[in-house]
């Protein structure tokens, strides 16, 4: 497997974080899962912020939910096309409620880019590394 380091430079990655990203080379999504309450949380963290429990541990996701907030960016980093403006997403994940991920929303016309459509995970290549993104369901 490649390096998460060399894959992901100018990435501020720790001991928590690395298996986030080592997820992302294996194109699998994780959030954080607590075995003592059973709740999910994004971002992964050491301690659940739900019980305080260290029975914290990385799990993938399905992939799927429903759109929960959207912003249509108009400008940002070099490399990125914002014309027209690039949409990025808080996707409220089926695992359970509150649960967010934020990410690009990519291959979805721009009549469904809306709060409460259903999405699906998807990934794009960034720089040679790849990046979680959703897709509206059915576009």
Known sequence: MPDVLA????????HVTKEVYRGYLRHELLAGYCATCQRWHNPLRPRCPACWSLSVAPR?????????TLT??????PGVPYSPPWPVAGVELVEQEGLRVVATLVDSPAERQ????????????????????????GS
């Open 7 to 14: 894959s992901y430079p100018g990435i501020r990655i720790d």
């Open 60 to 68: 993938p996701v399905g992939g799927r939910g429903v759109i929960h």
């Open 72 to 77: 249509l960016l108009h400008q940002g980093p």
């Open 114 to 137: 809306r709060v409460g459509e259903p999405v699906e995970l998807t990934w794009i290549d960034r720089d040679g590394a790849p990046w979680p993104a959703f897709r509206v369901v």
